[in-house]
């Protein structure tokens, strides 16, 4: 199975609509948090037909708004704080926040645990867990537009995707 990760969209609706382009490829989609505004949800719900499982982040205010619109896509789930779910036979854990990810991911809970928040690309294996920050889809702190695609079959990521 094929993950597509993304994290830290700040509004960038065009560069989500290229990313989605090219995860139209993978069999789900993770969604690290800071979409921004409540019309990101209508881009992703829109755009992307699969599964999209997906938690808020810090700057996630209209959390009304957010949640009303992701009711008008039945693929989009939505979970508070810290997603789990178990697709193609693996844990996978995902969290906005990178600093609370770090001791999650060394609880060994998960065999898969994707983070976002410092709007770094970094992907590792700790213990059995392997984890991914797929970076910024923004662009707007590195000046990169980053996302990850992730086979969960061999748990090898792809190389980065960047805009």
Do not use: M
């Given at each position: 199975m094929k993950l597509g990760i993304i994290s830290d969209i700040h509004d960038k609706v065009d560069?989500?609509?290229?990313?989605?382009?090219i995860l139209q490829k993978t069999d789900a989609l993770?969604?690290?948090?800071?979409?921004?505004?409540?019309?990101?949800?209508?881009?992703?719900?829109?755009h992307y037909n699969k599964e999209i499982h997906l938690v808020l982040g810090n700057n996630d205010a209209?959390?009304?708004?957010i949640t009303q619109n992701s009711q008008n896509f039945p693929q989009i789930k939505m979970?508070?704080?810290?997603?789990?779910?178990?697709?193609?036979n693996k844990r996978i854990g995902f969290i906005?926040?990178?600093?609370?990810?770090?001791?999650?991911?060394a609880s060994?809970?998960?065999d898969i645990f994707c983070f976002g928040h410092?709007?770094?690309?970094?992907?590792?294996?700790?213990?059995?867990t392997r984890f991914i920050n797929p970076g910024e889809l923004s662009g707007v702190l590195t000046g990169k537009s980053t996302c990850a695609i992730l086979d969960t079959e061999d748990g090898l990521p792809e190389n980065p995707i960047i805009f």
């Open positions: 560069i989500l609509r290229k990313a989605l382009d993770i969604c690290c948090g800071d979409l921004c505004s409540p019309f990101v949800i209508r881009e992703l719900g829109t209209d959390i009304f708004r979970y508070p704080e810290i997603g789990d779910i178990i697709l193609a906005h926040y990178d600093n609370l990810a770090r001791p999650i991911i060994g809970w998960y410092n709007h770094q690309y970094e992907i590792g294996i700790e213990g059995k």
